[in-house]
């Protein structure tokens, strides 16, 4: 089965940059590919997917223009370049693949992501 290790998380400053990585253990390079972020108590929310390809990506509205999704499929990796950080980004963030190969829509909801990593946490202090 395929493994998703998530890196690159910390405690940052507002207004800071962080850029986290996924690496697949297998060949995901066919499959959309999300971002994830869970809050302390609360429910688990999609922030970016990617198709397949590398474009097109989509954003949740309270990152857009802040945080950059993006994929190199001959590393099976995706990262998420994270600017102009605030605290409320603070949370763990995790890495899924789509249930399904070589869809053309990028599902912002957990059903629609078979696998997941086990999550990298990201503080942002004020």
């Known amino acids: 089965q395929v493994q998703l290790i998530e890196s690159g998380g910390g405690l940052v400053q507002t207004g800071d940059s962080l850029r986290l990585s996924c690496a697949a253990s297998e060949g995901t390079g066919t499959y959309v590919m999300g971002w994830f972020r869970q809050a302390s108590g609360t429910k688990r929310d999609f922030v970016a997917g990617?198709?397949?390809?590398?474009?097109?990506?989509y954003y949740a509205d309270s990152v857009k223009g802040r945080f950059t999704i993006s994929r190199d499929n001959s590393k099976n990796s995706v990262y998420l370049e994270m600017n102009s950080l605030k605290p409320e980004d603070t949370a763990v963030y995790y890495c899924?693949?789509?249930?399904?190969?070589?869809?053309?829509?990028?599902?912002?909801?957990?059903?629609?992501?078979?696998?997941w990593g086990q999550g990298t946490q990201v503080t942002v202090s004020s």
């Open positions: 990617i198709i397949w390809s590398g474009d097109p990506s």
């Open positions: 899924a693949v789509d249930t399904h190969p070589f869809r053309t829509t990028i599902g912002i909801r957990s059903g629609d992501y078979a696998l």
